[in-house]
């Protein structure tokens, strides 16, 4: 059983003692209901979904940097050669 589904069954619970014996049922279905229909508005995603995205994105921010740096090496030294090595030109 999934944490929001735990969270969702004591708030059920808890509108359910609030009432009523006899409109406890209904109360919490209805509950549930809105609430299941809230959270899939939501998009939420799971703390484990979450970590996972987070270290892909670590990931690829570290490649970033990296090739950036090789990028940065490359131009360098193409610039540092490159005036070297330029045919002279006529008069």
Partial sequence: M???TRILD???ATARAAVPPEF????EKNV???LDSTFQRLR???REEFEVQQAVLQKTRE???RLERQVAELEAKNSNTGSA???PTAV
């Fill in 2 to 4: 999934s944490m929001l």
């Fill in 10 to 12: 004591q708030i059920a």
């Fill in 85 to 87: 090595k330029k045919p």
């Fill in 32 to 34: 549930r209901a809105v």
């Fill in 63 to 65: 490649l970033v940097e």
């Fill in 24 to 27: 406890g049922q209904d109360v």
């Fill in 44 to 46: 939420l995603v799971t």
